[in-house]
């Protein structure tokens, strides 16, 4: 595979940025203090283990999404071999 604009690959370089965002989002859950506590943290441990899964599943969302982009920028092609046909 060929690339019609090779140097647009260069970006690839800047799906850094949302695993670097990513990486250094920290969002602490509040705690609240109620009676039957032993009930809200298995609530809140469920939550966080979904909303982690939620989170990691986005990004790699916005990276499949933004790497396609940058090929189609780079417009790739196959170069055609020409084949030699023998006449008999």
């Known amino acids: 595979m060929q690339f019609k ?6 970006a690839l370089f800047l799906l850094l940025i949302p ?10 859950f509040q705690k ?6 032993a009930f809200l943290k298995e609530i809140n441990l469920q939550t966080r283990k979904s ?3 939620k989170k990691w599943l ?4 916005r990276l499949l999404f933004l790497t396609a982009i940058i090929f189609a ?3 790739p092609y196959s170069a055609k071999k020409k084949c030699f046909k023998f006449k008999i």
């Open 5 to 10: 604009h090779p140097e647009l690959l260069y």
């Open 19 to 28: 695993i670097i965002v990513h990486l250094f989002q920290f969002r602490k």
């Open 32 to 37: 609240v203090a109620f009676t039957n506590v």
């Open 51 to 53: 909303s982690q899964l």
């Open 58 to 61: 986005t990004l790699l969302t």
């Open 73 to 75: 920028f780079a417009q």
